[in-house]
């Protein structure tokens, strides 16, 4: 069983910043994929960043050069490091793994953790 827990969400100024962090259960280095997503009000859930078990990071054009994604396999943990955030960045963020077996992939979710940035 995969469980994905986020957490570190919260209410912050346009121009701060904010750190996530997704407790992912049992081995982290097994996933072909680890990413956030967000979901804002009235909009699809769109990819945010994502990153490979090779450290290959992909970010959408939106938060390039602001947001940073990392994991630490010791922790089994997840991080997103979002600086400079504006008004926009506003979602419900999900955490996703990603496991390939024999060429199909799995989804995993975690329940989310909401980001609000207001002044």
């Known amino acids: 069983q995969v469980q994905l827990v986020e957490s570190g969400g919260g209410l912050v100024q346009p121009g701060g910043s904010l750190r996530l962090s997704c407790a992912v259960s049992g081995s982290i280095a097994r996933f072909y994929s680890l990413g956030w997503y967000r979901q804002a009000p009235g909009k699809q859930c769109e990819l945010v960043a994502t990153?490979?078990?090779?450290?290959?990071?992909d970010y959408a054009e939106s938060v390039k050069g602001r947001f940073t994604i990392s994991r630490d396999n010791a922790k089994d943990t997840l991080y997103l490091l979002m600086n400079s955030l504006k008004p926009e960045d506003t979602a419900l963020y999900y955490c996703?793994?990603?496991?390939?077996?024999?060429?199909?992939?799995?989804?995993?979710w975690g329940q989310g953790t909401q980001v609000t940035v207001s002044s």
């Open positions: 990153i490979t078990t090779g450290t290959v990071t």
């Open positions: 996703n793994a990603v496991f390939r077996d024999w060429g199909n992939l799995y989804d995993y």
